[in-house]
């Protein structure tokens, strides 16, 4: 899931693609099912490289791929197939200029280069100041942060591309600050998607056995998804230590 700017009645069905589209740069796309009482803000840290530009962080419209998530399911067939034989499974000072504000679909969105720079926010899209001290692992990072529309519903795709401060390793947003509080448990209901650079495996998670043109239409994700790699998965499901989960990108014989 992720942290949110004013309490929600219910996350749920979260799904989260990475894939490192260069070696330094890493893409995140993002969906879920919400249902908010008032108009909110959902923050997504992440380890961008520092110092970082108001414009480091590229968004993606995928408003006309709504579909993304369930073809990239279709790639996991069940009963599974065989298993595959290949691998194993300094910061920029604030200023008071406004944030810049891009229209992504059916939201907006905006890049908070560092912790600091969410007064350059609306306040109503902030977590209180006395979160971030709970969490002193974001002091390096930035953060991409979505305006959402209360009530239910399924939000479309976010995506954005960013230049990474971990290199080699696939990032997926997933602590929990559902309530302005950081507990140290949180209920998953998650499901991630990897793709590394070519020839590289995801290390531990389950392989597709088909490449990834085969199931998504990847023409239509912004050349998000590598139409000529496998995609890795993994599930994450009931109460889990609320953390961000980081994996590892193999070279395939290595």
Known sequence: MCCFSRPVNSVAATRIFSRLVARDRQAVVYQMRLDAPED???ILPIPVAQPAADDATTFVNLEKYKELFVDLEKGFPKPPLAKSSRGPTASVPSNSLPLKVHSVGSFDASF??????FARLDERFRLPDAVWGKLPQYAQYGFAVFKLKQGRSDVHPMAFTFPTAAPGRL??????IHDGKVHP????DHILYGQGPENSAVAGWTESPQLAREFVKTAKTGKLVDPGQHVYR?????LRKNIDIVADVKRIGS
């Open 234 to 238: 993994m599930s994450l499901h009931g």
């Open 40 to 42: 909110l803000a959902m």
């Open 171 to 176: 990032f997926f947003p997933t602590v929990h």
């Open 112 to 117: 908070v280069p560092n912790i600091k720079s």
């Open 185 to 188: 448990e949180e209920e998953f």
